[in-house]
Every structure is written in C-alpha cells, then in structure tokens.
C-alpha cells in the first residue's frame, strides 16, 4: 500500500500560479505511476495527468496543458502539480493518486488504486 498526503493549495488570483505537492509513504514510490485529478463543486472528478515512473514522461489533459506541469522526485517521494496562468475553473479539490499500472492517457478514477485526502484551490477573478 502506498498513503499520499497533498499539500499547498490555497487561494489565489486569476493568471496566478501555486505548487501542489502529494507527499508518498508506505511501499517504494517509483513502483507507482502517479496522476493528479480534480472535482469543481456540483461536477464529476476528473483527470488532469500524468507522470510515469521515472518521471520522464507527462500526460496532460487539453484543458490544462501548456499551463501546469507535473512532476516527480522519487529520492523524496514526492509528487508536484505546478499550476501556472490558472482560470477561475481550474477551481476544485485536487487529488493525486497512485497506479500500480496503467495506461499512457487519460485514466478513470475507477481505476485509481490509492489517493489522498485532497486540497483545495480556489482561484479568484
């Protein structure tokens, strides 16, 4: 079992910029293919990406991507979510999760196999 932890989120003003982290305890960290997935009030959860166990390649869905980067520091098991430019709707509880494996795309929460507690951005226009 692998438990997360995430951390930073906050408010902040539109075109703004803040750094999620998801903090990983438990089994080996880079056994895992990490993602990161959002829910807005009133709306289904849904993904917003990806990154591979070494960390050398991103998934991004459209609505986010060129705007936040995920990334990974397996020596610290730790996850990031940098989110830049960020719109009223990227506004919600964010999530990262853990796959022992999955494919190169858009992943289902159905198919996450751990996820933390959440943290919530609110970004303000």
């Known amino acids: 079992q692998v438990q997360l932890v995430e951390s930073g989120g906050g408010s902040v003003q539109a075109g703004g910029s803040l750094r999620l982290s998801c903090a990983a305890s438990?089994?080996?960290?880079?056994?895992?293919?990490m993602g990161w997935f959002r829910q807005a009030p009133g709306k289904e959860r849904e993904f917003v990406g990806l990154?591979?166990?070494?960390?050398?390649?991103?998934f991004y869905e459209d609505t986010v991507k060129g705007r936040f980067t995920i990334s990974r520091d397996n020596a610290r098991n730790t996850l990031y979510l940098q989110m830049n430019s960020l719109k009223p709707e990227d506004t919600g509880v964010y999530y990262c999760?853990?796959?022992?494996?999955?494919?190169?795309?858009?992943?289902?929460?159905?198919?996450?196999?751990?996820y933390g507690q959440g943290t919530q951005v609110t970004v303000s226009s």
């Open positions: 990154i591979t166990r070494s960390g050398g390649s991103t």
């Open positions: 438990g089994r080996t960290f880079n056994d895992y293919l």
């Open positions: 999760a853990a796959r022992r494996n999955g494919e190169y795309g858009t992943w289902r929460w159905e198919q996450v196999g751990y």
